[in-house]
């Protein structure tokens, strides 16, 4: 079965599958058989310089799916391409492209990336094939790191411009002057990392494609839209709902692969009674252990940023170099310098680097070619983001290996469960809510800034007319005698928000040790209150550091270098308030069922310190940092009252969380969103309702629309959860389920299985 | 069962932070171009894109400006009011004043829009008169008001009159800020006006308002609201030919007499004009003046420069003569920059030596008497000047012995 070489890893990945102390641990096993490439003629249109360079560079033929991409955008239609890592998927949209400006110098293009780091990275690509193509493309990137003396040549002179959707909504819409001559002869948009467009950040960047439009039209373009993005189960409903335009699928994959396992594994059982199993963690890295040493180059996968650096640690220690080498074991997250992130994907390429543990950073489609293993430590939360990690190994023509690692949490152990529902269902949907209110009202008022908006003009929305008069009642915008509404005030409003979470800011860590103060990096204003907290031990490339300040007005974390044997976990406090309801379902006998706006705060109030290795609690500490708060929307149910009165409060309080975890697990399954993104609170005596209630909302700022959906499906969630818990082996309640006993109380399974029955 | 909610109701939830609504006052006047016109007694110009009111005023010059002035390429003094800081596409220039000479009167045409829509006719009738091929004159004109004007008609499509915009644009502020930074703090218009060229604003509205004035008289409020803005533009046009007067009398030998001056920035203007030797003799006045002050020995620095530029290296040196006379570390720098220029500038390693041994024995005896300078400063100074005596040693021995064998 498995093709092995002496000494190669496909030999190490056979030696592994052939190892009995993991043979018990492996859920299950599937084998994803080679497949050869499938060619389509070169186009007869196309450039003959880029078919030599093409040629020159040992392509000997398009991948079908490149021809269809190229024959479709030619032929003036919107495409998005779904094909895996690897296949192949810049050459989709970078070949009508340069075969474009190669017609007719004049022609003009942008790319879209959700990063800096990837637009850096497809600048090389695009570059590297334009030069052997001989065309003289005049292409950069134009971002924050864009050097102010060629940002005046990109503007007036980039035929390529290679930017993100924040620089597109911050500094290129509202100085569309400056840009005339890229909107003029604009031909092309580039969209790639599609998938990454959903949620609030999808429904900001649809917003932006509308003013983009309206820029475009304003100077007499109408640009081909063409996307990239890795599997979901709805490409072309989201690249249509962000470009509100139809769109063509190119999913007819041409690429060839290798042989590839894909295994889920889940760790050994380490406590019986708490249901509790041994860490995902040790697990995967005893499994990285085993495959680097065996010559694999592998790359981990961890769920949070303490994790990596955790996990970095202990690999760093078996994998010592010989001194004065450097480590060959590196760690890969947000949060790194620019420089830092170049040196780590250059060693991968190269090969000097043989591990790399990594959060979902390297998710997205960083050049860094294929590896020969993925390791998923803990479910990513979705299943796409499962499929995009595990096609991060996966070479052209030989073996490579891709592992899920379950960890206790109730997904995953769902996942170790039924591991069919990884392979054989759908991956989620891509949702966005363009028409958010707070989303598209703080588009229009940056679009009308960017060009008048004739009273008659639709944006986003039929109502259109309605925002406009609010904008102008709150003194952004003015109806002049033609009809059409000028900005009319003092402030720049595409700076007043920004396209990702709520957070305008980023807190900056200062690693203060020596004599000089030096940026370590930068960490969300969410999820700073986490991680550098005072006294929290904040790890970065393995160095422990201790935060000895925050300075929360400045956005600034002090930190010295320190060497302690334990690192900190800070707990997170949430609190609810109804402010209004919107939907009500009458039902009573089942409950109530409620659906409105909510504002949802919460709080960092103390945190634990735990011994490496043992995981014991050490000690922990007050944290005082301001409460942070959001409005977003929301569904609650509450049981029957005739039911609740038959339990005590602390039976019902520890049922309320199995509940509301068995919820979150399903709820997020039915919606097919990450569970990230839907909040759950459970309150056993909620100050709105008086009662029992359990609330699960949209946790983004305003909402993308999931809990407007689960209010349609609340009885149909229901059922899942009682299929989940009723069908659970467990006897008094597991991870798997409503959570181990010691959480949910002693009858806290039973007590959710009568909770969802009279709820029914 | 409750109804769902409505648009208008959730709209009104969204609007978290509102800002607070703006005043509004009485209906505008149907016609409100003419209206702004007869308010301000200003003649209303009709065209084809639009109308556009135009305010004529004349501020009379003194005769020594107007003098001056005449002897300048014909010139436009613009400045533009604004809706705002920002360079973006939905920042408008509402109000654009271009001030000419005439006779002894500068002649100021104020273009003031009544209303957006009628942008367009503003715009052509400001780049006809830029277009005329006359020299521009602005007060930070090349960063923003020729950038906003340019992406106006950039917005409303209108490149031919782009292309008219005259090349030849001087912009006073940099000028301003190497002459006057330093003296006066600071180089805003405001600042130059009352520290160099004697102008006290009286009731003037202060810059940051203006684009408030505008919004309320567009918001219904009375055309009144701007009429401080029109004094405060006109009053900005009239500085910028005063400035401009003042600026080129400068160049032409007034800086003998002037009071507010960086001599630094003085002398780089005559250098520019290729006059060396009023900058040497506008130095030696500034030394004199500044003797022990911080910025001493910078203009030593620069007159030093100049001198060996023009090959007077025993002035040069005379320059420091009077510093090295003293027990302290100035005293060492001082004869190190004599080092300096007898290596450079003369050839004579030997005398450099000696002038770097001079200032180690001042250091010596700076050190013996515990003046003219910390512990840790001497010490510092003695590091470098040793390295100096050392490497001139050798070099001074290399060349006796090269020297040495030549005539062997």
């Known amino acids: ?760 | 069962m409750l109804a769902p909610r409505s648009l208008a109701d959730r709209l009104a939830a969204a609007r978290g932070q509102r800002p607070v609504a703006p005043e509004r006052h009485d209906p505008p006047p149907a016609d409100r171009a003419a209206g702004l016109a007869r308010w301000l007694g200003a003649d209303l110009h009709l065209a084809d894109v639009g109308r556009v009111v135009l305010v004529e005023r004349t501020v009379p010059l003194d005769a020594e400006t107007v003098a001056v002035l005449r002897t300048l390429p014909e010139a436009r003094y613009v400045d533009t009011e604004t809706t705002g800081l920002s360079t973006g596409a939905g920042t408008v220039a509402f109000l654009v004043a271009i001030g000419t000479l005439d006779g002894d009167r500068l002649r100021v045409r104020q273009w003031l829009l009544p209303d957006y829509p009628d942008e367009g006719a503003l715009l052509r009738r400001v780049a006809d008169e830029l277009g005329s091929g006359a020299r521009l004159v602005s007060y930070n004109g090349r960063a923003f008001d020729l950038p906003l004007l340019v992406a106006r008609l950039t917005v409303h499509g209108l490149f031919p009159a782009l292309a008219e915009i005259p090349e030849r644009h001087d912009d006073l502020l940099p000028v301003a800020r190497r002459l006057f930074r330093r003296p006066l703090g600071g180089a805003r218009l405001a600042d130059v006006e009352r520290g160099v060229l004697g102008i006290e604003r009286v009731a003037d509205l202060p810059g940051f308002e203006v684009p408030g004035r505008w919004f309320g008289y567009l918001r219904g409020g009375s055309p009144d609201l701007l009429a401080d803005v029109l004094d405060h533009n006109l009053q900005d046009v009239a500085s910028l030919a005063l400035l401009e007067a003042h600026i080129v009398g400068l160049r032409r030998g007034a800086w003998r007499s002037a009071t507010v001056l960086d001599p630094r920035g003085m002398v780089a203007e005559l250098l520019r004009d290729g006059a060396a030797a009023d900058s040497l003799e506008l130095l030696a006045v500034a030394l004199e003046r500044s003797a022990g002050h911080d910025e001493d020995v910078s203009l030593r620095r620069l007159a030093t420069r100049l001198l060996v530029a023009a090959g007077e290296a025993d002035r040069a040196e005379e320059i420091w003569h009077e510093a090295t006379r003293r027990a302290s570390v100035q005293a060492a720098a001082a004869w190190i920059e004599v080092a300096r220029i007898r290596e450079r500038h003369r050839g004579d390693l030997r005398g450099a030596l000696e002038a770097t041994a001079a200032a180690s024995r001042v250091l010596d005896l700076a050190f013996a008497l515990g003046r003219g300078g910390s512990i840790a400063e001497i010490g510092r100074a003695r590091l470098l000047v040793e390295g100096r005596l050392r490497r001139l040693r050798r070099w001074v021995a290399a060349r006796e012995r090269r020297e040495g064998s030549r005539a062997a």
């Open chain 1, 1 to 760: 079965m498995i093709e092995a070489r002496p000494g190669s890893p496909a030999d190490a990945i056979a030696g592994l599958l052939a190892d009995a102390t993991f043979a018990p641990l492996i859920r299950a096993h599937r084998v994803l058989e080679a497949r050869p490439p499938r060619h389509a003629p070169w186009p007869d249109a196309l450039d003959q310089r880029l078919k030599t360079a093409l040629r020159g560079r040992g392509v000997e033929g398009l991948y079908t799916h490149q021809a269809q991409a190229y024959e479709a955008v030619t032929a003036g239609r919107n495409v998005v391409v779904v094909t895996p890592t690897a296949s192949g998927k810049t050459l989709c949209y970078n070949l009508p492209v340069l075969d474009a400006v190669a017609r007719d110098d004049a022609a003009r293009a942008l790319y879209l990336f959700p990063t800096k780091a990837l637009a850096a990275d497809q600048l090389v690509e695009l570059r590297a094939l334009a030069d052997a193509a001989e065309l003289g493309l005049k292409t950069h990137t134009y971002d924050g790191d864009t050097p102010p003396n060629v940002r005046a040549v990109v503007r007036s002179a980039g035929q390529v411009v290679i930017t993100n959707p924040d620089m597109l909504h911050a500094a290129i819409l509202p100085h569309h002057t400056k840009w005339f001559k890229l909107f003029e002869n604009l031909r092309y948009v580039v969209i790639d990392e599609l998938h990454t467009y959903r949620g609030l950040f999808g429904s900001h960047v649809a917003n932006v494609i509308r003013r983009l439009r309206r820029i475009c039209q304003h100077y007499g373009a109408d640009p081909i839209f063409i996307c990239a993005s890795a599997t979901i189960a709805n490409p072309r409903e989201l690249a249509e709902r962000i470009l509100e335009a139809p769109v063509s699928l190119v999913d007819d994959n041409g690429a060839p692969s290798g042989q590839k396992h894909i295994l889920v594994i889940n760790p050994p059982v380490a406590n019986e009674q708490l249901g509790v199993r041994g860490s995902a963690l040790l697990t995967g890295q005893r499994l990285a252990e085993r495959l680097i040493s065996g010559g694999v180059q592998t790359i981990a996968f961890a769920r949070s940023r303490t994790a990596v650096e955790v996990l970095t640690t202990y690999l760093r220690e078996t994998f010592q170099p010989p001194p004065g080498h450097p480590h060959t074991i590196r760690g890969y997250r947000g949060g790194y310098l620019p420089n830092e992130r170049h040196a780590i994907e250059a060693g991968l390429r190269d090969g000097r680097v043989r591990g790399v543990v990594a959060t979902n950073a390297l998710e997205l489609g960083i050049d860094i070619g294929g590896l020969d293993a993925a390791i998923s430590i803990g479910y990513p939360g979705t299943i796409a983001s499962t499929w995009q990690q595990m096609g991060r190994a996966g070479r052209r023509s030989t073996t490579s290996l891709s592992a899920l690692v379950c960890s206790s949490a109730p997904i995953d152990q769902f996942l170790a469960a039924h591991p069919e529902y990884l392979f054989d269902s759908s991956p989620e949907h891509g949702l966005v809510n363009p028409d958010n209110l707070h989303v598209l009202l703080n588009h229009l008022r940056a679009s009308s800034f960017e060009l008048p908006v004739p009273a008659t003009e639709r944006f986003g929305i039929d109502e259109t007319p309605l925002l406009l008069d609010v904008l102008e009642e709150d003194g952004w915008i003015r109806r002049a005698d033609d009809e059409r509404y000028y900005w009319s005030h003092e402030n720049f409003p595409a700076s007043d928000f920004s396209l990702r979470s709520g957070a305008p800011e980023n807190v900056v860590i200062v690693d203060t040790t020596g004599d000089r103060h030096r940026v370590l990096g930068e960490i969300d204003l969410f999820a700073a209150p986490l991680f550098v907290h005072e006294k929290a031990i904040y790890i970065h490339q393995g160095i422990q550091h201790h935060v000895d300040r925050l300075d929360w007005d400045e956005r600034k974390a002090y930190v010295t270098r320190t060497d302690v044997d334990y690192y900190t976990d800070a707990d997170l406090g949430i609190t609810l308030k109804v402010l209004e309801v919107f939907d009500e379902a009458d039902e009573p006998p089942a409950g109530l069922r409620q659906r409105g706006e909510v504002m949802v705060a919460w709080k960092v109030t103390m945190f634990k310190k735990l011994k490496y290795h043992t995981h014991e609690n050490v000690g922990w500490g007050s944290i005082s940092i301001p409460e942070q708060e959001m409005h977003t929307t929301s569904t609650w149910l509450v049981p029957p009252a005739e039911l609740v009165n038959r339990y005590d409060r602390d039976t019902l309080d520890g049922a309320l969380i199995g509940l509301a975890r068995v919820a979150r697990t399903t709820g997020a399954l039915l919606l097919m969103c990450d569970p990230r993104d839907l909040g759950v609170l459970a309150q056993v005596q909620a100050p709105f309702t008086g009662r029992p209630t359990l609330y699960l909302y949209d946790a983004v700022p305003g909402g993308v629309g999931l809990t407007e959906r689960l209010f349609t499906l609340v009885d149909d969630l229901v059922q899942a959860c009682r299929k989940a818990v009723e069908s659970c082996p467990c006897a008094d309640g597991c991870p798997a389920c409503v959570g181990p006993a010691i959480e949910v109380g002693a009858r806290g399974k039973a007590v959710v299985t009568e909770l969802l029955a009279g709820m029914s």
